[in-house]
C-alpha cells in the first residue's frame, strides 16, 4: 500500500472535528516550496560521522537513567 493510501485510510476515520487541522497542515505544506538540495561535503562528513557513533543499538529510557546514575526525578 502507497503512502497516499495509507493516508486516505486513516482520513477516512477521522471524526469531522480533526480534518480541519489535517486540511490546513497539507494545504500548508503544498504552499511550501522547499529546495532539495544535494549533501555537500559537511553534510556528508556529518552523516558518516553519526553513522561511525551509532552502532544502530537501542536501550530503554529505564536503562539509560540507570547507566548514567539518574532518576525520573533528575529529569
Same mark, same amino acid.
Do not use: C, F
Given at each position: ?23 490546513? *497542515?497539507?494545504? @500548508?505544506?503544498?504552499?511550501? @516550496? ?26 530503554? *529510557? ?11 526525578? @533528575?529529569?
Amino acid at each position: 500500500m502507497s503512502d497516499r493510501e495509507h493516508l486516505k485510510q486513516v482520513i477516512d476515520r477521522l471524526p469531522e472535528y480533526k480534518l480541519a487541522y489535517i486540511a490546513n *497542515l497539507i494545504l @500548508d505544506i503544498e504552499k511550501t @516550496d522547499i529546495e532539495e538540495v544535494d549533501p555537500d561535503e559537511w553534510d556528508l562528513e556529518m552523516i558518516a560521522e553519526a553513522n561511525a557513533n551509532n552502532d544502530g543499538s537501542v536501550i530503554s *529510557l529505564d536503562e539509560l537513567l540507570e547507566k548514567e546514575g539518574l532518576t525520573y526525578e @533528575d529529569l
